[in-house]
């Protein structure tokens, strides 16, 4: 049981640079969500999305874009890297039907931006 | 402006006693709260909810209290065991199911053996 999947794990990138983090699901949830964790931040929502198709914005959504072109998959797109961008992001999923907002959360991905 | 907020970033308690860990919130809107455990190097994981209309909810080893009239909630482990040193976050959504959750900043539990 898989549950949620992030890749990379780890990731080093140049001032400039774009990149892709992959989220994916095979709890058939209906939604997802990026967050980003800062030291003495807490985890803070980038963005989410509430099914295939429609994706919104969370607190911090700059400097982000996403997509969510099926229900398995949430990719997070950096478009030009910037060192504040230095972070560990998670991805979430839940049911749609969960009313306590219960999350399952991948493993992390450690970003690093020079 | 924070509406969850955990003032204690760490706490260290002896393995066998009880741990306290607390959360204000200052929205009254949120109608569920949500206790979070983190190890390093993974992701969060789910430990324990309540409702807003429930003032004490307990599985095993853990009971989490809220208390509306003062917006603050506290989870309670009992006895405290060393495998239970993690970050802990109290998280908090709106009524709906909502899809954004909010949380506090965390605090680090140490269970000395």
């Known amino acids: 049981n898989a549950g949620v999947t992030q890749t990379p794990k780890f990731q080093v990138l140049k001032t400039g640079q774009s990149m892709t983090l992959q989220c994916a699901q095979d709890?058939?949830?209906?939604?997802m969500s990026w967050y980003r964790q800062d030291p003495g931040m807490g985890l803070r929502l980038i963005h989410y999305s509430v099914g295939a198709g429609i994706t919104d914005q969370g607190e911090v959504p700059n400097g982000y874009n996403v997509s969510r072109s099926t229900t398995e998959d949430f990719p997070l797109r950096l478009l030009s890297a910037a060192p504040s961008q230095t972070s560990v992001y998670f991805c979430?999923?839940?049911?749609?039907?969960?009313?306590?907002?219960?999350?399952?959360f991948g493993e992390g991905s450690r970003l690093t931006v020079l | 402006d924070q509406q969850v907020k955990q003032n204690s970033p760490s706490l260290s308690v002896q393995e066998g006693r009880i741990s306290i860990l607390n959360c204000d919130y200052t929205n009254s809107m949120f109608d569920y709260f949500l206790w979070y455990k983190k190890y390093p190097a993974e992701g969060p994981t789910f430990l324990i909810s309540?409702?807003?209309?429930?003032d004490k909810n307990e599985d095993g080893r853990f009971t989490v209290f809220l208390n509306k009239s003062a917006k603050h909630l506290s989870l309670h482990i009992v006895p405290s065991q060393p495998g239970d040193s993690a970050v802990y976050f109290c998280a908090a959504t709106f009524p709906g199911g909502s899809e954004k959750l909010v949380f506090g900043k965390g605090t680090k539990l140490t269970v000395n053996p």
């Open positions: 309540i409702s807003s209309i429930k």
């Open positions: 979430a999923s839940r049911s749609g039907t969960s009313g306590t907002g219960e999350l399952f």
């Open positions: 709890m058939n949830h209906e939604y």
